[in-house]
């Protein structure tokens, strides 16, 4: 069977399309994220919405990121069907998937950060602004330093890049509704046609 990996930078939605995604399609539903907070027993519960902005998430994304990848390579294989939220794995993948990149630039995913983080998270304002940019140069590191790839500008592992960024313009949650379903509207026909189209290529074989 073949996966689906759904890719972008923070706050970009890949965490909220992957698992609507999975739900429409009766997947698994598989999270770096959580991965990484299951090696450290952290409660997903127990942690604020901008957790992965500060030190502390991001030297956790460091610290277990091989374990993670690793893990993400033996479940890409496991033979159940999945939706895979995450960075690297379109990189790094030894199986067929579809792989998409939700293009959003910085003050799209300002937008949407601030929107879920909104009464719940620690920063704000220009510290918000810091935290992502850092967050983003921080991964855009690792993947080149581990793998030799540029997180900015190698698109090849990615069947669809889907430019997002217009499609919220304000930090408000309704907004923020607006633009998720108008971007479901678009990856959903996308993955029911890979979907079917793998389908017939197994019961055929």
């Known amino acids: 069977m073949s996966n689906i990996i759904i890719s972008g930078l923070t706050a970009a939605g890949k965490t909220t399309h992957s698992k609507i995604l999975a739900e429409r399609f009766r997947l698994r ?11 450290k027993n952290i409660d997903p519960q127990e942690i604020s919405p901008d957790y992965w902005l500060t030190d502390e998430g991001i030297s956790l994304l460091h610290d277990v990121g091989p374990d993670i990848d690793q893990a993400l390579l033996e479940l890409e294989s496991d033979g159940v069907q999945t939706v895979f939220d995450c960075f690297f794995l379109p990189w790094l993948r030894h199986r067929p998937a579809l792989c998409i990149w939700l293009e959003s630039d910085f003050e799209s995913r300002i937008l949407k950060a601030i929107v879920s983080h909104q009464g719940r998270g620690r920063f704000s304002g220009k510290e918000l602004r810091e935290r992502m940019r850092f967050k983003d140069d921080h991964s855009a590191r690792m993947l080149k330093g581990q793998f030799g790839h540029d997180l900015y500008s190698d698109k090849q592992p990615f069947a669809h890049v889907i430019d997002i960024s ?5 930090a408000t949650s309704e907004a923020s509704r607006a633009s998720i379903r108008s971007v479901n509207l678009i990856l ?4 029911e046609a890979y979907l079917s189209a793998t389908a017939k290529v197994h019961s055929s074989t």
Do not use: D, H, K, T
């Open 29 to 39: 539903y598989v999270g770096a994220s959580m991965l990484a907070l299951g090696r």
């Open 166 to 170: 217009g499609f919220i313009c304000e």
């Open 188 to 191: 959903e026909p996308i993955v």
